[in-house]
Nanobody
Framework: QVQLVESGGGSVQAGGSLRLSCAGF????????MGWFRQAPGKEREGVAA????????YYADSVKGRFTISHDNAKNTLYLQMNSLKLEDTAMYYC????????????????????WGQGTQVIVSS
């Protein structure tokens, strides 16, 4: 049973940092994708950062490159998103997700290929 639970969201001033965590990933034989997505009010959910556990496919949205870092602690079975130099436009609900789709490695940011989602954690960046 996969039950993803995010934490670490909150309110921060522009230029600040937050680290999001997501626990509860399930393990399967083989590799899979893990990622962070976000959804701002009135906008579609978009991929922020994602990677394929079986290779070097790592995705970052252009808007977060150089500021956000995705990582995974296998021992703790936890996914992280370190967010630095936060901007007003980073305000959104952030979701972690896991994909068992056999082709997720071709595009780890492909939202439709994700099977499991967390409930989200809110990030608010203010000036």
């Amino acid at each position: 049973q996969v039950q993803l639970v995010e934490s670490g969201g909150g309110s921060v001033q522009a230029g600040g940092s937050l680290r999001l965590s997501c626990a509860g990933f399930g393990h399967i034989y083989g590799s899979y994708c893990m990622g962070w997505f976000r959804q701002a009010p009135g906008k579609e959910r978009e991929g922020v950062a994602a990677f394929y556990t079986g290779g070097s496919s790592t995705y970052y949205a252009d808007s977060v490159k150089g500021r956000f870092t995705i990582s995974h602690d296998n021992a703790k079975n936890t996914l992280y998103l370190q967010m630095n130099s936060l901007k007003l436009e980073d305000t959104a609900m952030y979701y972690c997700a896991q994909s068992w789709h056999p082709l997720c490695y071709t595009d780890p940011s492909a939202r439709a290929r994700y099977n499991f989602w967390g409930q989200g954690t809110q990030v608010i960046v203010s000036s």
